[in-house]
């Protein structure tokens, strides 16, 4: 396989089709959690670390995405928690126990549903995170790499994965290491699990409101705040979830 912006493209279209083909059915059921959350007045939280903060912030406060939604991430031990900046670092998502003190740390009511990426699956804080939410009886969705998770070992006391904890999994089709286009030599390049994390989470958000919808209710949905009347929208919107969701840094 050449290296090349078109065989990538041809990848990530192949990749695509498959995932949106294959997780047709735990898209739909992740969607009827979700959509039983709100109907109850919950919020979705969603939390990724490293690359899968992307599928936390494609969820959470964005155009044409749902309103009640949360984001949770590393930094709310700083900017919520008290803690020094130096406590984050690029290994603090292998700590088991910093899940216990973002759970604390997160505006969360028992009806709310989570939506957890990880790619791996495996790292000690999401796999703990994982542990919590379920132990507290809330729905969760998990988004991770089947085929990345299968090849790894726990990295979490319990030996158990992600995966191991959720009411839905959605495999977001990446191969083990993510990139998909081989170099000479060894590695390669071109990862996707941003990509069709992404897709995954729009179809989701796409469902949930068809769901609303079909029952006669008005979907609580953002408008880009760049367009003329999206600030007073949103505002009166998020005013209905006033400490229970946070649009941070």
Known sequence: MTVSA??????????????????????A???????????????????GTGHSE?????????????VPTNRIALRDLV???????????????REPAVAHRL??????????VFVLASNSGVNGAMVEFASIVKARGH??????????????????PSGRKLADFADVVLDNGAPYGDATLPLPGGGAVGAVSSITAA???????????ARLLAVGERPPVYRSANITGG????AELEARYAGRIRRGA
């Open 139 to 156: 729905g969760l969705v998990a988004i991770t790499s089947a085929q990345h998770s299968a090849r790894m070992t726990s990295r979490h």
């Open 54 to 66: 992307a599928l936390a912030m494609e969820i959470a406060g964005r155009a044409g995405g749902l």
């Open 231 to 234: 600030d007073e929208h949103n």
């Open 103 to 112: 759970y604390e740390l997160a505006p969360v009511r028992p009806q709310d």
């Open 79 to 93: 900017l919520h928690g008290g803690e020094p900046a130096d406590v984050l670092g690029p290994k603090l998502e």
């Open 199 to 209: 897709l995954l989470a729009q179809q989701i958000v796409a469902e949930v409101v």
């Open 29 to 47: 059921r992740a969607a009827d959690l979700i959509a039983a959350s709100l109907r109850a007045d919950g919020v979705v939280h969603a939390f």
């Open 6 to 27: 078109e065989a990538y493209l041809a990848v990530v279209t192949e990749t695509i089709g498959r995932v949106a083909a294959d997780q047709r059915e735990n898209v």
